[in-house]
């Protein structure tokens, strides 16, 4: 069974950074391109960053690029976000997504597992 | 990146059928096959509906179906039930090698 876990959220201070962990069990980890999405509170999903399976290549969204950085360890099946200069609109629940199987190239944008994210709240 | 452009609300009988649009750009929607589906309860993870436009993943009702047309894509929901009742996004793959979300329809089952 394919299973997706986050954890690392918690309550910083604008300016301050946190670093976000997903662990993934279950599947061929890395085979497949993994994303971050986030939901602000009462608010719509907002795709954070991607990877591929090697690694090699890393995306951003235009609101979080040169702040937050993902990478990942596929020797121990686990993908990271590290946020740094951390704004108030960054308050969100963070999801950490799995491409689907048998994608390939932008049809890997298409999430097929998902965690039950974890809550980063930037509040003063 | 822009967000893609959907209705905030639809809302309709069980039984009946009801059509969610997602409009975007030519970087996006209009220029890729790449658009998907999902569907979120509250107090959920979102989960996958529809893939590469038309496709469903395996598991998923057959009452769900997705089309594209020029820059707009569809979701629609035949024989509507009571469980149907949620949050609906579309997404599709950009230029930029990113991906972009619609900001949202909810769905009320009346």
């Known amino acids: 069974e394919v299973q997706v876990l986050e954890s690392g959220g918690g309550l910083v201070q604008p300016g301050g950074s946190l670093r976000l962990s997903c662990a993934a069990s279950g599947f061929t980890f890395s085979s497949y391109d993994m994303s971050w999405v986030r939901q602000a509170p009462g608010k719509g999903l907002e795709w954070v960053s991607g990877i591929s399976g090697s690694g090699g290549s890393t995306f951003y969204a235009e609101s979080v690029k040169g702040r937050f950085t993902i990478s990942r360890d596929n020797s121990k099946s686990m993908v990271f976000l590290q946020m740094n200069s951390l704004r108030a609109e960054d308050t969100a629940i963070f999801y950490c997504a799995k491409s689907r199987v048998g994608c390939s190239g932008g049809s890997c944008s298409a999430l097929d597992s998902w965690g039950q994210g974890t809550l980063v709240t930037v509040s003063s | 990146q822009s967000a893609l452009t959907q209705p905030a609300s639809v809302s309709g009988s069980p039984g009946q059928s009801i059509t969610i649009s997602c409009s975007g750009t030519?970087?996006?929607?209009?220029?890729?096959?790449?658009v998907s589906w999902y569907q979120q309860h509250p107090g959920k993870a979102p989960k996958l509906m529809i893939y590469?436009?038309?496709n469903r993943p395996s598991g998923v009702s057959n009452r769900f179906s997705g089309s594209k047309s020029g820059k707009t894509a569809s979701l629609t929901i035949s024989g509507l039930q009571a469980e149907d009742e949620a949050d609906y996004y579309c997404s599709s793959y950009t230029s930029r090698s990113n991906t972009v979300f619609g900001g949202g329809t909810k769905l009320t089952v009346l």
């Open positions: 030519s970087r996006d929607v209009g220029g890729y096959n790449y």
């Open positions: 590469d436009v038309t």
